[in-house]
């Protein structure tokens, strides 16, 4: 069999190299198109289930709302964990699915579940809610929004009522989540000697104030051909409709809200907050849909945001550039790239220097780009995205891919040299050369790559993250030696048979100089070894036994330490400290990180927002501080002042 795919190969040689040719322009389309990331994704289904109970201390929000939802969850079908986090005023609830089921159909499960279980709550505790579907790797964008001309509550109501919105209406946007700012509320301060001179109750104000923000509907009326709706127009618009809602009556005298209240608009009790260079600030998390290309995404986002700035009144600032994911993900893959040009660059100056011949330099280079494209298929076939792991299955798959094409084009090669030597009777046809040339090292070649493929079987058996993390690569990189197999057996024959026979009969097919003077120093480098068999036997044994002791004391790591130009730095307080003196400390951290000169900027959130995910009290802010590193010192060097410079600050 494979040897008719050999012959077939060379029988319709035009036909396989159109077709190669048509396999890269669709590679290269497709590769355009992909899903681009810094990893794959490593987030098993999970639906996370948030609680607002305000009012209530942890204790109380863990015992009546944490512990029922976490209990009629577990054990749901599909379901591997459940983990809580418990704060002031909020339960949050990850509900972790098997591998592989499906995020819709788990939500469905949660959504059921939730359902019994809130008729089980207290009262004043809002039903709970399954927050979008996003993934760890989600948060792809810092926006900050500030105004010196502004109110923070007008920052605040633009961002919630006019960014957030635009932004969500974004195709791949999963959630918008703004902290800081003041978000604006009627309030309305009752007076408890007015309440008792008008001897009135504090659920009827309550009662009053909710009646006093309702349209209603009194159904039609008709007259001489005409319809007209009725409505009943309650919804209060300004501070003085809320005032002059009634309450009750006295002596047929109404008593109003503003008789015994005073009603104001102000900013709501914050649970969190946020700034950009020590300066009040709104800043804007932007989370994106598991399966979203990162990069056309954040382009996406970016146009909206410009459109957004300049319909905003004059004073609006919206800065994009707090974090970017999409800046790492295209520094990374850049490294990657780089890394393959950089090793397919090696393989062309070692190919030339060995072989000596442009045209079988060439024949060998033709499997880099065909096997990565296959390989590329094959991930969009898998729904795996680019990234810097399948990019490194491909970098170090490099050297392996050219071996089977170079092994084959040296045995033709050699193989149409000598027939070239022969009396010009006894030569044979160009197409038998090459098809002997492959068939002899076709065991060979077989063997070597399925060695190889089976190195990186095992990768294949890891479960959980590792094997999230590490089976792209196992993926990329087997697949691209496999189809370099299939290319030395098919490709590289045709193009042989095109590009050497006309060498060979000029007698150009000789081995190089650098190949001549290698064998010289390898044949003198064996007989030095033959004759010192002992010694090199026992220095190897002493080499190998000496790395067995190192190995357990090299230190050992899940993944590499990242270099992403940011530094993020974690501020908490001891349980109880208020936001207003957590602001302080923060604000403080961020004026001594800029007056360094290695920091740009800096973004603090402390607290939580109202609509995040994490359970974070308001004594704990994380700031991140964009580096700019000067030339000549180091990041280490940078991070070891901050650290002492940071040492000053009392109260964390």
């Not at 996406?300 to 994009?320: K, M, W, Y």
């Not at 302080?584 to 360094?596: A, N, W």
């Not at 900027?601 to 609509?611: D, Y």
Request: proline share 4%.
């Amino acid at each position: 069999m494979l040897d008719a795919i050999i012959r077939g190969s060379l029988k319709y040689r035009l036909v396989v190299l159109v077709s190669s040719v048509v396999i890269l322009a669709a590679g290269i389309y497709i590769a355009d198109r992909m899903p681009v990331d810094v990893f794959p994704d490593l987030t098993a289904p999970t639906v996370t289930v948030m609680t607002e109970a305000h009012g209530l201390a942890p204790e109380e929000v863990e015992r009546l709302v944490t512990i029922p939802v976490e209990t009629s969850v577990n054990g749901a079908t599909g379901v591997r964990r459940v983990r809580s986090s418990t704060a002031k005023g909020i339960s949050i609830v990850w509900v972790e699915f098997d591998w592989g089921t499906d995020i819709f159909r788990a939500r469905q499960i949660v959504n059921e579940k939730l359902q019994l279980v809130a008729t089980s709550l207290p009262e004043e505790v809002p039903p709970p809610i399954m927050a979008p579907i996003s993934s760890i790797m989600g948060e792809i964008m810092l926006v900050s929004v500030d105004s010196d001309e502004h109110s923070e509550l007008d920052v605040r109501t633009a961002a919630d009522w006019q960014i957030r919105r635009r932004l969500l209406a974004i195709p791949g946007v999963a959630q918008v989540i703004p902290i800081g700012g003041g978000q604006k509320q009627y309030q309305v301060r009752v007076n408890p000697d007015k309440l008792k001179q008008y001897n009135i109750t504090l659920h009827q104000v309550l009662q009053a104030t909710e009646q006093a923000n309702e349209n209603f509907s009194g159904g039609f009326f008709r007259e001489y051909s005409q319809e007209y709706t009725i409505r009943g127009i309650g919804r209060a618009y300004s501070v003085e409709d809320l005032e002059q809602s009634v309450i009750t009556q006295r002596n047929n005298i109404p008593v109003t809200i503003g008789d015994v209240a005073t009603v104001e608009i102000a900013a709501a009790q914050k649970i969190g907050d946020a700034s950009v260079d020590a300066e009040p600030a709104v800043i804007i998390s932007i989370q994106k849909q598991p399966g979203t290309n990162t990069l056309e995404l954040t382009d996406r986002v970016d146009e909206t945001l410009a459109q957004i700035e300049s319909s905003l009144p004059a004073g609006f600032e919206i800065n994009t550039h707090l974090f970017q994911q999409a800046d790492f993900i295209e520094l990374a893959i850049e490294n990657v790239v780089e890394a393959l040009r950089d090793g397919a660059f090696l393989v062309v100056i070692i190919l030339f220097l060995f072989l000596g011949n442009y045209r079988t330099t060439l024949i060998s280079l033709a499997s880099i780009p065909l096997a990565l494209i296959v390989s590329i298929l094959v991930l969009e076939f898998f729904d795996i995205t680019i990234n810097t792991m399948t990019l490194g299955g491909m970098a170090i798959a490099i050297g392996v891919i050219v071996d089977d094409a170079i092994i084959d084009v040296e045995n033709v090669y050699r193989r149409l040299r000598e027939n070239s030597k022969l009396p010009e009777t006894d030569q044979k046809q160009a197409i038998d050369v090459v098809f002997e040339g492959s068939k002899e090292i076709r065991a060979s070649i077989i063997n070597a790559t399925l060695i190889i493929m089976i190195v990186f079987l095992p990768l294949f058996f890891l479960s959980g993250i590792e094997g999230r993390l590490l089976q792209p690569l196992g993926l990329a990189y087997i697949v691209s030696i496999g189809a370099s197999l299939v290319i030395a057996m098919t490709v590289t024959p045709a193009m042989c048979y095109y590009l050497l026979p006309s060498q060979a009969s000029k007698g150009k097919l000789e081995e190089s100089w650098f190949t001549k003077k290698l064998k010289s120093g390898y044949e003198h480098v064996l007989n030095v070894a033959l004759r010192f068999k002992k010694t090199i036997l026992v220095s190897t044994l002493v080499l190998f036994l000496g790395t067995l002791v190192v190995l357990p004391f090299l230190g050992r790591s899940f993944l590499p330490e990242f270099n992403e130009g940011t530094l993020v730095i974690s501020a908490v307080t001891i349980p109880g400290t208020s936001l207003t003196e957590s602001n302080e400390i923060g604000k403080r951290i961020e004026e001594i990180l800029l007056d360094h000169s290695a920091i740009a900027s800096t973004s603090r959130r402390t607290g939580r927002a109202e609509l995040d995910e994490h359970a974070q009290g308001v004594n704990a802010s994380e700031i991140d501080a964009e580096l700019d590193i000067p030339e000549g010192t180091t990041k280490e060097e940078v991070l070891t002042e901050l650290r002492e410079d940071l040492s000053v600050v009392s109260g964390t």
